[in-house]
């Protein structure tokens, strides 16, 4: 069955640690996208990718880093993880007519 | 800049009391609204995609209709399942297909 998955679905990591978020879609898709959402607040783009070896930063400035090395696989990456990082991030694919098809989201908390 | 609007932000029914959602938008030509259903903790939904002035859409009790500076979700006698969180963006003729989400409309149906 297509669908775009996301692990983990909750994380809880401590201040100057490393971490991966990671989304992958059997959607055929070759666009994917990751938003910030905080409660009650808008989804803000932070990165997006077009296609392999292709990424470009959102509108949101964020200090996260990714990587699209296989069409269905689009991991975020933090290097150094602090409180102001704790929110919802929620991934996304599309085809060219521009529908977004979201993953259930990771919840991370930064104590 | 591209702008969503959405109002009210939150809305409570009572079953079977029908009510409309309102999404009004600037963008700089528009290529797409995009209607979405989100339930607490989890990814957007996708709904409806709407192109043109004069479009409607229809699933089950939802409505989605589109003029040139505004879009409305009709719900018509919701049930208490239809209680979510609605959201609206928008894709410019920029080229690309980022898309810029308003807020959401908060929706809580009353049995």
């Known amino acids: 069955e297509a669908d775009i998955y996301q692990t983990p679905r909750y994380l809880v990591i401590g201040t100057g640690k490393k971490i991966t978020l990671e989304c992958s879609q059997t959607?055929?898709?070759?666009?994917m996208y990751w938003y910030q959402q905080d409660p009650g607040m808008e989804l803000h783009l932070i990165h997006y990718?077009?296609?392999?070896?292709?990424?470009e930063k959102g509108d949101l400035s964020s200090e996260s880093t990714v990587s699209r090395i296989r069409t269905e696989h689009f991991p975020l990456t933090l290097e150094s993880a602090r409180p102001s990082h704790t929110s919802q991030y929620l991934c996304?694919?599309?085809?060219?007519?521009?529908?977004?098809?979201f993953g259930p989201g990771t919840r991370l908390t930064v104590t | 800049e591209d702008q969503v609007t959405q109002s009210p932000e939150a809305l409570r029914l009572q079953e079977g009391e029908s009510s409309s959602l309102n999404c009004s938008y600037t963008?700089?030509?528009?290529?797409?609204l995009f209607w979405y259903r989100q339930d607490p903790g989890k990814g957007p939904e996708f709904l409806f995609t709407l192109y043109s002035a004069g479009e409607e859409k229809e699933k089950e009790r939802l409505k989605a209709t589109l003029t040139k500076k505004e879009s409305f979700l009709h719900i018509t006698a919701p049930k208490p399942e239809d209680s979510a969180t609605y959201l609206c963006?928008?894709?410019?003729?920029?080229?690309?297909?980022?898309?810029?989400f308003g807020k959401g409309t908060m929706l809580l149906v009353s049995p």
């Open positions: 963008v700089s030509g528009l290529r797409g």
């Open positions: 990718s077009y296609g392999v070896n292709s990424t």
């Open positions: 959607m055929g898709h070759d666009k």
């Open positions: 996304a694919s599309s085809e060219s007519s521009g529908e977004q098809y």
């Open positions: 963006a928008v894709r410019p003729n920029s080229g690309y297909s980022t898309l810029t």
